[in-house]
């Protein structure tokens, strides 16, 4: 039926709704239990177009990967204005990661569960997205610490693995949040902050937590 | 060589052999680079002995996630004294933790990269261990605020996003901290406490971080 009513589509319109459709049905069903089929179907679409589209499930499921990324990556961007208080734009970019995550759950399990489960090249493109995660994040607490005058020697290896501690926590507490029925994007956003704004606001103020000797 | 010198080995010697062969190069090269014969060459056994004990590469691969798995939440478990304060409880932890993926980077890769990438079944044992840790650090910090008189009243729904936080902030340093040359294990553990630290010890004091109003 679709097939028909949107036979004078752009090529461009039609490939998004392949798209959106094998997001879903890869979010839904799994990479290896996904059919082309069932993909089609659901964007109304014959298989063969899909094909001449999107060459292959391979290529489809890259594209998706790729499609979704790009798409975390822009709502993380444009949740932030950096001329705002350093704990101001963490919150925000907090908030804009798990709205986008919880707005699209089927694209963070493709993402965060699918991408990574299925062989190196399409985790390898995963990587890639998660690096420029990390890498603006890292921007952020270094922005943050200078801006605020707080603690310019905070060294650069520290703020790194900070970084990595914060990517790390956010993609564990969104995959938490879209399997816990009742827990809302801003809840999750909320944790977050709790378990490390405190903590990274002193260490911003040279006040480190300190080992106990033994 | 190690074939004759070995021979009169009891099987569950061996056996470890052929795991610490295995864990090596599925480490190194990957699970679908990684060959049987070089798995047996490195324990110094026929190939035929391990399909003999071990049954195929996938069951081999298997017995390597689960021994890891396994000996990683022996040594989180053993590095922890539950009398301690909640603070050293959470730092004695992390320190294990980190020490363990230091001295096991090819165990690491193995459970935190090889197992996602490689299909369901493999994933779903890390899954299973992962639980474990996130169910023994909501215990964790549970006990630590009950004990300490702090907020009795932490949501448990928070708790659980914070050990889920925790333990995504952890695998993530893990894997930064072994990737990065001059990174110790003592300093992975003490980024992810001044990560950390401060924000739960706010939030068990009942001071939460508040948001921006708006």
Redesign the interface.
């Given at each position: 039926m679709g097939a028909v009513k949107n036979k004078r589509m752009p090529r461009a319109v039609r490939e998004q709704q392949m798209l959106d459709a094998a997001v879903r049905t890869f979010g839904q069903r799994?990479y290896?239990a996904a059919s082309m089929d069932e993909i089609a179907d659901l964007a109304g679409v014959s298989k063969p177009l899909v094909y001449l589209y999107l060459n292959s499930k391979e290529d489809l499921f890259t594209s998706c990967i790729r499609r979704e990324a790009a798409a975390l990556m822009a709502a993380v961007r444009a949740g932030v204005q950096p001329d705002l208080p350093a704990?101001?734009q963490l919150?925000d970019g907090l908030r804009a990661f798990f709205a986008h995550t919880a707005q699209n759950p089927d694209g963070w399990t493709v993402l965060h569960l699918q991408a990574?489960?299925?062989?190196?090249p399409f985790?390898a493109e995963v990587t890639a997205m998660r690096e420029e995660l990390v890498a603006f994040v890292t921007q952020l607490i270094v922005v943050a610490a200078r801006e605020a005058h707080r603690d310019p020697s905070l060294a650069e290896?520290?703020v790194?693995?900070?970084a990595?501690?914060?990517?790390?926590?956010?993609?564990?507490?969104a995959?938490?949040?879209n399997a816990?029925p009742?827990?809302s994007a801003k809840?999750?956003a909320?944790?977050?902050?709790?378990?490390?704004?405190?903590?990274?606001?002193?260490?911003m103020d040279g006040r480190?937590?300190v080992?106990?000797k033994q």
């Open positions: 799994g290896r704990d101001r919150w990574r489960t299925h062989g190196e985790a290896g520290e790194a693995g900070l990595e501690a914060l990517v790390g926590a956010a993609e564990s507490l995959a938490w949040a816990t009742g827990v809840q999750a909320a944790t977050l902050m709790n378990f490390a704004w405190a903590g990274l606001g002193n260490l480190p937590w080992p106990p």
